[in-house]
């Protein structure tokens, strides 16, 4: 295999061993530079879960429906995954600290438009935006990360953007509980400004370029525009599905749609003289296994946790704040486990501490789907701990599996795959458990509803409540008589907790499937090399 010779531009003399220059003063000092990317990453990763906190008040302020609020976090989600790889590609061939550095900005400006809209649709338009450059920071903090680190602090290094990675992905609920509370949910936007502003000038002063001397000349314009396409058709599917009805023509016919454009992608990749994902990158079964893993992992991860605040201020009637610290544990357990997890991994290598992570996750999920109204805050707490606890070994190993088995050329492209199956998990889980949630509810609430004894309702009259009890709301009229608001309260909860719990039974089934997956990782092939070699 060809090792990798990245030119730095600040300096072309060699330094013996194949190693990174000294670094001198503040530029490209390794921890400095861990420092500065990892205030951006948090950016990035705090902004995946932070707006789950604030969707109940965006959704009150902003009249938004279910499907509305889902765009929310699926157009961030969906923009991230689609322009990984691609963000990837742009920092090999035009630098990583570049693109780190643009990414900042925009992602930046875009929180601050986010905050100024008054509409849905503009904070759906902007969350886009903002995810299209969210992705040019992920991708290109890993590069300056590999480029600046020498192999044996390399695994340390990743190690801890990990960690950043999990408890920010975390702390996104009580920083956001806080924030929408004692402010706005506006605020849960605007606080990337200032962070922003301290990213940029850090990165501005530490970060030094490097590039890849055999960096892409051209890009996959085609492929692009394909798995583009191909997203959207899947993802508007299965969020519609359920208002559509699964077997009517329009589902049938975006799923279909989403089936042969992924078909014609794969076929198109082969055709390529630099494709967006190289297949041959799959020939590696740990590589596909951690990529799988990613996916499955973060479907069960983001999609059960964008339940869990509506059950917490709907159901239980919690504050932002109160619910934030409700999931304490979770964040806690994020925090104290991912360096726990990459000194397991490192001394034993990623398939066990994956195995184990994804069976307590697993059991989690188990245990989260029998939450119900009156359950008390220690069991939530045992369920939300063991979460984070089983988390935090996929969060940290991933990078190691993924980009550690692919061929140095494509190390890339590999650090934008590893990003992007976690985006594409989270996506489909939030759009695929919507959907769970939102049949589940439809098959019960009239008959949930009738065996109460309440008016019965016209079927407009159901569907509007149907709405506002998928995410917990009970359909309470003005002027409705207390006794008769408590019923429709009650009917509104257990029917909410009904479908939240099949929706965590879905989740656990996949983790436990994810589990399966783990036992195929291994240490990557291309570790050791993959940072400080061949460095001039």
Not at 81 to 93: F, P
Not at 182 to 200: D, T
Not at 317 to 327: C, E, R, T, W
Not at 406 to 434: D, N, W
Request: proline residues 5%; glycine residues 12%.
């Amino acid at each position: 295999m060809t090792s990798q010779t990245t030119v730095d531009k600040a300096s072309q003399e060699p330094q013996g061993k194949g190693l990174p220059a000294p670094a001198k003063g503040l530029r490209g000092h390794p921890w400095l530079t861990l420092f500065s990317v990892a205030i951006g990453v948090m950016m990035v990763a705090l902004d995946g879960t932070i707006v789950a906190i604030a969707n109940p008040a965006i959704q009150k302020d902003l009249g938004a429906s279910l499907a509305d609020v889902q765009w929310i976090t699926n157009g961030y989600m969906l923009a991230l995954a689609v322009s990984l790889i691609t963000a990837g590609k742009l920092g090999d061939r035009f630098g990583h600290r570049q693109t780190f550095l643009i990414g900042v900005v925009g992602f930046a400006a875009a929180s601050g438009a986010i905050g100024l809209s008054d509409s849905v649709a503009l904070v759906i338009a902007f969350r886009v935006l903002q995810g299209l450059f969210g992705a040019l920071l992920m991708p290109a903090a890993l590069g300056l990360l590999r480029a600046t680190f020498p192999a044996e602090k390399l695994n340390m290094a990743i190690g801890i953007w990990g960690m950043v990675i999990g408890a920010s992905t975390a702390g996104g609920p009580i920083l956001g509980g806080v924030l929408v509370e004692h402010i706005s949910w506006q605020s849960v936007f605007y606080i990337n400004v200032p962070v922003g502003v301290v990213a940029l000038v850090l990165g501005l002063v530490i970060l030094k370029d490097h590039r890849a001397e055999n960096a892409p000349r051209s890009f996959d314009i085609g492929g692009i525009v394909l798995l583009s396409q191909a997203m959207f058709c899947l993802i508007w599917a299965l969020i519609k599905g359920s208002e559509w009805g699964w077997g009517d023509y329009k589902t049938l016919g975006f799923l279909g749609g989403a089936v042969v454009l992924f078909v014609v992608f794969a076929f198109s990749q082969k055709n390529v003289r630099e494709p967006l994902i190289p297949l041959a990158m799959f020939r590696s079964v740990p590589l596909s296994a951690g990529t799988v893993l990613m996916v499955l992992m973060a479907f069960a991860f983001m999609g059960g946790l964008f339940f869990v605040t509506f059950y917490l201020q709907n159901v239980h009637g919690l504050s932002a704040v109160d619910s934030g610290l409700h999931m304490l544990p979770l964040t806690g357990m994020m925090i104290v486990a991912s360096p726990l997890a990459g000194a397991l991994i490192t001394k034993f290598g990623p398939r066990v501490p994956l195995v184990g992570g994804m069976v307590c996750t697993a059991v989690a999920m188990f245990g989260m789907s029998q939450l119900d109204a009156g359950t008390g805050t220690l069991t939530m707490s045992i369920w939300f701990g063991l979460l984070g606890l089983g988390l935090a070994p996929v969060m940290v190993g991933a990078t190691e599996v993924i980009v550690g088995n692919a061929p140095l050329e494509l190390s890339g492209v590999a650090g934008g795959l590893q990003q992007a199956a976690m985006q594409v998990g989270g996506s489909l889980g939030t759009a695929v458990l919507g959907a769970v949630m939102a049949t589940r509810v439809d098959s019960l609430l009239a008959d949930n509803w009738k065996d109460a004894q309440l008016p019965e309702l016209a079927p407009e009259q159901l569907d509007a409540a149907s709405s506002a009890v998928e995410v917990g709301v009970p359909p309470v009229a003005d002027n409705t008589p207390p006794e008769v608001a408590a019923k429709i309260a009650d009917v509104a909860h257990d029917t909410f907790v009904s479908g939240m719990s099949t929706a965590f039974m879905v989740a656990g089934i996949v983790a436990a499937v994810a589990a399966l997956v783990a036992t195929l990782t291994k240490r990557g092939e291309n570790a050791e090399a993959g940072a400080g070699v061949g460095h001039i």
